[in-house]
């Protein structure tokens, strides 16, 4: 079982910066792939990135690449997003999820396993 809580959201202005971290409760935190999502109004929730169990290969999805860097700290059980060059169409709940079985990089929503509550970000224009 894993827990999983997001925090770093915000309101923002476009162009500007955010780091979201997601704290893992657990002592199995670095046998899952992470991975983070985001869910805007009224539409449905997708992939932003994914690092591996290690830290050492990192995934993302076309509209962030550039931007956004996903890496993680095994021994704080802390994965991070930071953000940058945010734009007005980043606003939304982003999530942390937790993989078990190595398919984090093909962002599929139903091969996550646990998932924290979401923290909102705003990116203002």
């Known amino acids: 079982q894993v827990q999983l809580v997001e925090s770093g959201g915000g309101l923002v202005q476009a162009g500007g910066s955010l780091r979201l971290t997601c704290a893992a409760s657990g002592r199995t935190f670095s046998s899952y792939e992470m991975g983070w999502f985001r869910q805007a109004p009224g539409k449905q929730r997708e992939f932003v990135a994914a690092?591996?169990?290690?830290?050492?290969?990192?995934y993302y999805a076309d509209s962030v690449k550039g931007r956004f860097t996903i890496s993680r700290v095994n021994t704080e059980n802390t994965v991070y997003l930071q953000m940058n060059s945010l734009k007005p169409d980043d606003t939304a709940v982003y999530y942390c999820a937790a993989e078990r079985d190595g398919r984090a990089r093909y962002g599929m929503i139903y091969d996550y396993d646990y998932w924290g509550q979401g923290t909102q970000v705003t990116v203002s224009s």
């Open positions: 690092v591996s169990r290690s830290g050492g290969s990192t």
